[in-house]
């Protein structure tokens, strides 16, 4: 896998720190309450249990999983509900955890389907943020890092499955993908 990967852009050791500074922040925020973390599967499982370690608030963990890509690297646009919630929302306040806020088509479903669900209040908070990428009207109370337009896989993001399990973030070789 390592020969695919063109450079390194975040270490496992940034990972670790940026997301233990956004833990307190958010913990900060979420004082006196029992916030609901919402994970969006499958990409954000890396971030989600290292984010959770490190808030020290009791918090529930809820998923749901959204399809939006097919096997490419551009989003299609159309997503696909493919897991709900488990348990009501309704009166809670959920924070919606994500790897990527790429076009924002996803999170913007993904917002509008929780806010029928009637919660108390609703943030986001996502690893990356590819702003200059966005399409859809969309932006991330809490973000990890700003990155530049290149397509990333490791630390749970994917190509096609694979690279899910790189401890770090690295851009793909185009030629990976271009093949
Ligand atoms: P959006 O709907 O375009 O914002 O895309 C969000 C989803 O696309 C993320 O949850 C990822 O699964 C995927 N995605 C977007 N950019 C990348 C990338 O650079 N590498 C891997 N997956 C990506
Ligand atoms: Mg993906």
């Known amino acids: 896998m390592n ?3 063109a450079r390194i852009l975040i270490t496992e050791e940034e990972l670790q720190n940026r997301i233990a500074e956004l833990a307190k922040t958010v913990s900060a ?7 609901v973390f919402v994970g969006v599967l499958k990409g954000v499982v890396h971030f989600f249990t290292d984010f959770v370690t490190k808030t020290p608030l009791p918090c529930e963990y809820d998923f749901l999983a959204v399809s939006s890509y097919g096997r490419g690297t551009v989003s299609s646009g159309v997503i ?4 709900d919630l488990s348990s009501s929302i309704e009166g809670r306040h959920v924070v919606i955890l994500e790897d990527i806020l790429d076009t924002g088509h996803t999170l913007k479903f993904v917002k509008e389907h929780l806010l029928s669900k009637k919660p108390a209040s609703l943030k986001i908070c996502t690893l990356l943020d590819k702003p200059e990428r966005r399409q859809a009207d969309i932006t991330a109370d809490y973000v990890g890092f700003t990155i530049p337009n290149e ?3 490791g630390y749970g993001l994917d190509y096609r499955e694979i690279y899910r399990n790189l401890p770090y973030i690295g851009i ?8």
């Open 29 to 35: 925020d979420y004082e006196g309450t029992v916030p």
């Open 151 to 153: 397509f990333v896989v």
């Open 3 to 5: 020969q695919d990967i």
């Open 80 to 83: 696909n509900m493919q897991k």
């Open 172 to 179: 793909l070789k185009p030629e990976v993908y271009q093949k």
